[in-house]
């Protein structure tokens, strides 16, 4: 069985305290991090230097997203607000207080003008920045924390949600109820992705039960069950050119997993503690991770196949 042939390269290291989220812009060098200190940063890989940081709130902030096409940053923090903010003069643009208890997960939508958030409370919710940043629907149905969001690459009407109760919920943005719940994991899910492979719809969802499980959208059956984590799975991510499925512990490594046959092909420890999340830029081989004793960024090029030629290092 051929090996993927995997390559990986330190871009950028950076130190700090605890990384709960971290999101790279389109086009710009940057990356958005968000500490549970309650700051947020923005570094640039290119000169690695600190491009921005600025306090947000006392409390941990656990997702920090930018909203590209405002030149925006919206932020969810452990004090239930949403707070946005100018990329360039990180002023505040709006403040206000979003959920009952702690926000976990931001999801942006694509093209329309809404952010998801989801919480503590066991809600999520959707807000319309053009309408005021109101919330236009309130999502119920978890009976635990809801940790994590992503909107469906083939219908962005619809997302998923992950929660500790264990279930994802598939849920459609002009309807309060879901459209359909698997009962995914034993214990809590920390983190849901969608992925699309040949032209089937998968999902991926990680858990405190050590696993990460590959869903089949259609049938909603479990199609692979990725085993080896010492610890909880706090991110998953399958990138869209790229023929890996990534998975971050609290075992403190990062896995990389062919696509195809969901064999392991890599194990990372970077020394950095805990990994908590995982980022990549658009239409690149970059990726960041976020872990208890700052963030890395690596580049992962694939030798197998045709994806030789258009994976080169850049």
């Known amino acids: 069985m051929q090996s993927l042939g995997l390559e990986i390269e330190k871009d950028f290291v950076q130190t700090s305290e605890r990384v709960k989220s971290v999101d790279l812009h389109p086009t710009k060098p940057w990356i958005l991090t968000s500490l549970h200190s ?19 709130t006392g409390s941990p902030v656990r997702s920090a997203k930018f909203i590209v096409r405002k030149n925006w940053i919206v932020v969810g923090s452990d004090d239930a607000f949403i707070r946005v903010y100018d990329c360039e003069t990180m002023e505040v643009i709006k403040e206000f207080e979003a959920h009952s208890d702690y926000i976990r997960g931001l999801a942006v939508h694509p093209s329309l003008p809404y952010v998801l958030s989801s919480s503590d409370d066991k809600l999520i919710k959707i ?21 994590q969001l992503a909107f469906n ?57 050590y696993t990460a499980k590959v869903w089949d959208y259609k049938s909603k059956t479990c199609v692979q069950t990725l085993e080896g984590h010492a610890h909880n799975v706090t991110a998953v991510h399958v990138h869209p050119e790229l023929p890996i499925i990534i998975t971050c512990s ?10 195809a046959n969901y064999r392991l092909e890599n194990t990372m420890n970077y020394g950095l503690q805990r990994v908590w999340t995982v980022g990549y830029r658009k239409n690149s081989k970059q990726f960041v991770f976020g872990c208890d004793k700052g963030t890395i960024m690596v580049k992962i090029t694939s030798s197998k196949g045709s994806d030789a030629a258009n994976l080169k290092q850049e």
């Open 38 to 56: 309650g700051s947020v940063c923005i570094w640039d890989y290119e000169s690695q230097k600190l491009e921005k940081s600025f306090t947000v």
């Open 127 to 147: 807000w319309d920045w053009e309408k005021g940043w109101i919330c236009t629907r309130v999502f119920e149905g978890h009976d635990h924390y809801v940790m």
């Open 153 to 209: 690459p083939k219908d962005l009407n619809t997302f998923a949600s992950a929660s500790l109760d264990g279930t994802i919920k598939i849920w459609n943005v002009d309807s309060p109820n879901p459209i359909f719940t698997l009962d995914a994991h034993a214990k809590g899910i920390n983190c849901i992705d969608y992925f699309i492979s040949g032209d089937e719809l998968y999902l991926i969802s990680g858990s405190d039960d």
């Open 250 to 259: 609290e075992d403190e490594t990062v896995r990389l997993w062919d696509k």
